[in-house]
């Protein structure tokens, strides 16, 4: 019976994975990791193949 109650209390606990708080410190080193990744990817030539599609797949998307 105890373990019936603790498998529903873990299933509660992973009804929003998604919901956790992390420190603004984390998430600015995380960027400053992962921007430039982008930047290289995209200025690629397999980036630049992926860019044109997705802009023919989605043409009434803004650019900035």
């Given at each position: 019976?105890?373990?019936?109650?603790?498998?529903?209390a873990?299933?509660?606990?992973?009804?929003?994975?998604?919901?956790?708080?992390?420190?603004?410190?984390?998430i600015?080193?995380?960027?400053?990791?992962?921007?430039?990744?982008?930047?290289?990817?995209?200025?690629?030539?397999?980036?630049?193949?992926?860019?044109?599609?997705?802009?023919?797949?989605?043409?009434?998307?803004?650019?900035?």
């Amino acid at each position: 019976m105890l373990s019936g109650q603790y498998t529903m209390a873990s299933q509660e606990k992973r009804l929003n994975p998604y919901e956790i708080e992390l420190p603004q410190s984390i998430i600015d080193s995380f960027a400053r990791f992962l921007v430039p990744e982008i930047q290289k990817f995209y200025a690629s030539e397999q980036g630049q193949k992926e860019l044109e599609e997705w802009k023919k797949k989605y043409p009434n998307q803004n650019e900035e």
